[in-house]
């Protein structure tokens, strides 16, 4: 059983930074492949960024074009999502999840957090 638990969201404005925090209960973490998804209002949920066990990064390029960074510090059971050149198109609810088995960007996750809001102002 793994429970995740989203930090660092909020409100700022374009251009501007926030990195978010996922920590996690579980001995086991490090075996998880952990991502980043997004939904934002009337929109259908959207993959973002995933660390994998071994520390491989995917990005949904079109969507972060460089300005995220995901990583991952398993000696806290935590991934981090640095978020750079914040954009208004960027406002979302902000989910961490996990999964054993990461084959691509339409993997199935096993854990979720609760979500955090980023909001982006113009």
């Known amino acids: 059983q793994v429970q995740l638990v989203e930090s660092g969201g909020g409100l700022v404005q374009a251009g501007g930074s926030l990195r978010l925090s996922c920590a996690a209960s579980?001995?086991?973490?490090?075996?998880?492949?952990v991502g980043w998804l997004r939904q934002a209002p009337g929109k259908e949920r959207e993959f973002v960024a995933v660390?994998?066990?071994?520390?491989?990064?995917?990005y949904n390029v079109d969507s972060v074009k460089g300005r995220f960074t995901i990583s991952r510090d398993n000696a806290k059971n935590t991934v981090y999502l640095q978020m750079n050149s914040l954009e208004p198109e960027d406002t979302a609810v902000y989910y961490c999840?996990?999964?054993?088995?990461?084959?691509?960007?339409?993997?199935?996750?096993?854990?979720w957090g609760q979500g955090t809001q980023v909001t982006v102002s113009a």
């Open positions: 660390i994998t066990k071994g520390g491989s990064r995917v």
């Open positions: 579980g001995r086991t973490f490090s075996a998880y492949a």
């Open positions: 999840a996990a999964t054993l088995s990461w084959y691509g960007r339409g993997s199935s996750y096993d854990y």
